[in-house]
C-alpha cells in the first residue's frame, strides 16, 4: 500500500489518480476500480483510486452531490481494501479533514478552495498526502504559498495539480509552462486532464467539456514531464452525475495509457 510520495513516485512511470467524479455508489464504484487496477498493473502504473464523496461546488441547487457523507467514505474505505490501492477524496472544509482521513490516503484541495489557509492546516495535520489543485484564478508561482501552508504546519507530502487556468467566461487553458515552474517548488506535479477541458459558466446551469481533447492534454503533459496524471473516467458518461461532460470513457482508458507509457519511456530512455 502506498503510504508516502516516495512510493508513489519510485518507479520511472507517472502515476495515476483515477475514477468517477463522484461516489454514485458501491457497486458502480468497485466496477470501475476492479477495471483501473488490472490495467495499472499490467503497465506498471502506480494507483490511486479518485472518487469525491460529496460535491460541494455545483452550479445549480438541484443538482447532485452525493449518496451521505459516510456511505460515500465506506465505499473509499471498501475499495481501499479489497483493491490494496490508495485512495484520494476532496475535502470542502477545515472540519472535513479529519473525518476523511479515517478513510482515505490523499486529501485533494480543490482549485477554488487553494487558498484557504483554515482548509490547509488542517489537512497538513492529518499527516496524510494533501493534493492541492491549482485555482483557475492564480499563476503557477503562486501556489508555492499554498504548498509552504501544509509544509509550515509540519507536513511535507504535498503534491500540486494544474487543472488548466481562466481563459474568458466559459473555456479553460493549459499553459504548460506551469509544469516544470510548479516542479522547481520541490513537490511532485499531477496534470488534471478532465477538468482542464472543462467549459464552466455554461447558461443550462451544466458545466460542457471537450472530452475529444484528452488524449492530446494527457501526451502533452507526459511530454513536459509531469509526475502524475489525474482522469475522471466512468462507465458511461452520458449518465454519469457529475462532470460527466469531460469525463474519459471508462473504455477508453486502456489505449490511453499504453500510448502515455510509451512517451514516457521515450523521454526517460
Same mark, same amino acid.
Given at each position: 500500500?502506498? @503510504? ?13 489518480? &483515477? ?16 477495471? +483501473? ?6 503497465? #506498471?502504473? =502506480?494507483?490511486?483510486?479518485?472518487? %469525491?464523496?460529496?460535491?460541494? #461546488?455545483? /452550479?445549480?441547487?438541484? /443538482? ?12 473509499? &474505505? ?23 482521513? @479515517?478513510?482515505?490516503? *490523499?486529501? !485533494?484541495? =480543490?482549485?477554488?478552495?487553494?487558498? !484557504?489557509?483554515?482548509?490547509?492546516? &488542517? ?5 496524510? +498526502?494533501? #493534493? ?6 492564480? %499563476? ?43 516542479? %522547481? ?12 477541458? !472543462?467549459? =464552466?459558466? @455554461? ?10 481533447? +484528452? ?10 514531464? *509531469? ?9 458511461? =458518461?452520458?449518465?454519469?452525475? /457529475? ?23 521515450? +523521454?526517460?530512455?
Amino acid at each position: 500500500m502506498i @503510504q508516502t510520495i516516495a512510493d508513489l513516485t519510485k518507479t520511472d512511470n507517472f502515476f495515476l489518480l &483515477a475514477g468517477p467524479c463522484v461516489i454514485e455508489g458501491e457497486d458502480m464504484a468497485l466496477r470501475i476500480a476492479e477495471r +483501473i487496477v488490472k490495467i495499472t498493473d499490467r503497465l #506498471n502504473i =502506480p494507483y490511486v483510486f479518485k472518487g %469525491s464523496y460529496r460535491k460541494a #461546488n455545483r /452550479s445549480r441547487l438541484d /443538482s447532485f452531490t452525493g449518496i451521505g457523507d459516510e456511505k460515500a467514505l465506506k465505499v473509499l &474505505a471498501k475499495v481501499r481494501r479489497e483493491f490494496d490501492v490508495p485512495v484520494v477524496t476532496d475535502i470542502h472544509a477545515a472540519y472535513e479533514a479529519a473525518m476523511a482521513a @479515517q478513510y482515505v490516503d *490523499v486529501l !485533494q484541495i =480543490p482549485a477554488f478552495l487553494c487558498r !484557504q489557509t483554515d482548509l490547509l492546516v &488542517a489537512a497538513a495535520r492529518t499527516g496524510k +498526502i494533501v #493534493n492541492i489543485k491549482k485555482g483557475q484564478f492564480l %499563476s503557477p508561482g503562486a501556489m508555492r504559498f499554498a504548498a509552504d501552508k501544509v509544509v509550515e504546519a509540519g507536513n511535507d507530502q504535498v503534491m500540486l495539480t494544474e487543472r488548466g487556468t481562466t481563459f474568458g467566461y466559459q473555456d479553460l487553458i493549459v499553459d504548460y509552462r506551469g509544469i516544470p515552474e510548479m516542479r %522547481s517548488f520541490g513537490h511532485p506535479v499531477i496534470l488534471d486532464v478532465t477538468h482542464s477541458l !472543462q467549459q =464552466p459558466n @455554461q447558461t443550462s446551469g451544466v458545466t460542457g467539456g471537450m472530452p475529444q481533447l +484528452i488524449e492530446t492534454v494527457a501526451k502533452a503533459g507526459v511530454a513536459v514531464g *509531469v509526475d502524475g496524471l489525474f482522469l475522471e473516467t466512468h462507465e458511461d =458518461p452520458s449518465v454519469a452525475k /457529475s462532470d460527466g461532460a469531460n469525463m474519459l470513457k471508462l473504455d477508453l482508458l486502456e489505449d490511453l495509457l499504453v500510448k502515455l507509457v510509451r512517451i514516457r519511456q521515450s +523521454i526517460i530512455g
